[in-house]
Structures are given as C-alpha cells and as structure tokens.
C-alpha cells in the first residue's frame, strides 16, 4: 500500500489548518518536573444558529466555517429539508451568530421543547423527534472495499491536524472510495459531521458513494447524524455504544470501529464489504492491554 507524504494534503478538498491562529493559543504551563513549558491549546467559543427569526442553538465550536457548521446542523436535525431554497447564510464575526434564511416559513418551537443532551464531547444536542426522521431511510448497498478502508485509516491518520498539534478535538473525514475528501475538526465529534453535512449540501455533493471517518466513538447521535446525511458506512478507531449498533443495523448503515493496523470490528452491514486487502501487505499496530472486547 503506497501512503501519501506525510505533509501532503494537496488532494484533500478541505484539510485541517494547524497553524490557523484563531483556532490555537499558546499557554503557558509548569511540567510534572516543575519547568516552565508552553503548550498549544484549542479555542473554543459559542456560535450561535438561527433559521430565519428563531434562534435554534448555541455550539461551541472552534469557530472555523460557521455557515457549513449551521447548514449541516439544520440539515442533520431534520430542520432544512432537501427541496428547501436557501437564500442566505449570514455570519456575524462580532456577534458569534449565523442566521440561514429559507423562502419558506418555518417555526420549530414545538420541537425545539423536546431537546436531547448527547454524550459528545462538547455536549451535543439534537430533539426529541429525531429518529422520526430515520423512518424510511433506505442507505444504498454501495460495495466498501477493505483496501480502501486501510489506506484511509493510514492516510487520515498521517495527516497534520489541530489534533496533533494540541489535541482536545476531534476529526471527521469524508471519503470516497479510498481517498479522503474533507477533513473537519472540533472540539465535539457531532460538530465535525455537521460541518461535512453542511458542506455537501452546499456543494450539493452526493452521498451513496461516500464513506464517513470519524476519530470519535460511534455513539446513536453519529450513526442518526450518518444516516441522515444518506451515507452508507461510518468508520472509526474508536469503539461503538449498544444504541448506536441497533441503530446502525435497523437502518441498514455498515458500522466499522476499532479500526487499528489491520484489525476492525464490522457490527452492522457486513454484506457491503468486499474483502480484497492482501492483510501480510497491511501494517498493524500494537494491541493495547485492558482494550481487548471492549464496547
């Protein structure tokens, strides 16, 4: 498997922007030895989204592109719909707010009662009557090869980012086949996939040939969020929760996690994968100890 440059993100639509100055702020520290030490760290600040005249929710985010941030959240909670016309998306740098407009009306009060606090990191929350929205979601059985799954998982992991520059963030990747597309960060994994959601639907980027990388556990918010956007495979290193599994398998999504070296786990959608990887030609990385059949 030939990997990319290590500092090589040419081919990336979007890629992180680690030396970005507002999104990092250097502090200083003392060490478990007691010298002084100086240390990036992320900034986090409110952005706060409206559509039309009612304010939805306040994110913390670390601010870098609000108006994909506030489409893709709208988008993922069933707020915009797919024959919407947008006609405008406003940012206010000083006010920390975006305010999206539609031609036509709306008013979300009664579904904005039925909020959801989320285990993301950050706090995520989504509304009560989200999983309404899965009802007839049918994800198309678009072939996953494992090749590609491995040399993605190599190749995000090798790519500069916020959070190997200061850590405290989490990253999501669009992909198709077996390049890496978008890259976002934030300090919460549900902000990440908003931000590609907004993206997409921006762009009006198709997304049954896509596949989903995400640095975070695959919680029921991720795998709402994934099937929402009409993506058939969500990928991680980490683990997965009970809900997003039964989640996972009732909408049809292939659900891949604890993607380390050659090893993952296939816990939804195993029909997609087409096993083509030559494993002897795949790295693998250390076991680590207590991990083992962990969820």
């Known amino acids: 498997m030939q990997l990319a440059k290590i500092d090589d993100t040419s081919d990336y639509l979007i890629a992180p922007d680690p030396t970005a100055a507002r999104l990092t702020r250097r502090v200083d520290g003392i060490d478990q030895e007691g010298n002084l030490v100086t240390t990036n760290v992320v900034e986090e600040r409110p952005l706060t989204i ?12 670390i601010g870098d592109y609000p108006d994909y941030l506030a489409l893709g959240f709208l988008r993922n909670q069933g707020m915009l719909r797919a024959e919407d016309d947008i006609t405008g998306v406003d940012f206010d ?3 920390e707010t975006v305010v999206v407009r539609t031609a036509r009306k709306t008013d979300y ?12 990191c ?35 992991n090798r790519t500069p980012s916020l959070y190997l520059e200061a850590g405290a963030i989490h990253g999501t990747v669009l992909c198709c086949q077996d390049k890496p597309l978008v890259y ?33 556990r695959l919680t029921s918010e991720m795998v709402i969020k994934t099937a929402m956007m009409g993506i058939p495979v ?10 997003g ?8 999504l292939t659900l891949i996690g604890r993607m380390k070296g050659k090893r993952f786990t296939c816990l939804s959608g195993e029909d997609r994968l087409t096993r083509d990887a030559d494993l002897r030609d795949v790295a693998d990385e250390p076991r680590h100890a207590g991990r083992k059949g962990a969820v």
């Open 93 to 95: 740098e000083e006010l």
């Open 245 to 252: 599994v039964e989640i996972a398998r009732e909408v049809g």
């Open 122 to 156: 950050a706090v995520g929350t989504v509304f009560g009557d989200m999983m309404a929205g899965l009802e007839g979601v049918r994800l198309p059985p678009t072939p996953v090869k494992t090749s590609w799954l491995y040399a993605l998982s190599a190749r995000i």
């Open 109 to 120: 009060e009664e579904k904005m009662r039925k909020k959801t606090r989320t285990s993301g």
């Open 50 to 61: 409206f559509l039309n005249g009612q304010e939805i929710v306040t994110a913390m985010t």
């Open 184 to 216: 976002m960060e934030d300090v919460g994994r549900h902000n990440a996939v908003d931000k590609i959601a907004g993206w997409m639907l921006a762009q009006n980027v198709p997304a049954e040939d896509k596949i989903l990388y995400t640095t975070g």
């Open 234 to 243: 969500l990928a991680s290193r980490s683990g997965f929760t009970a809900w």
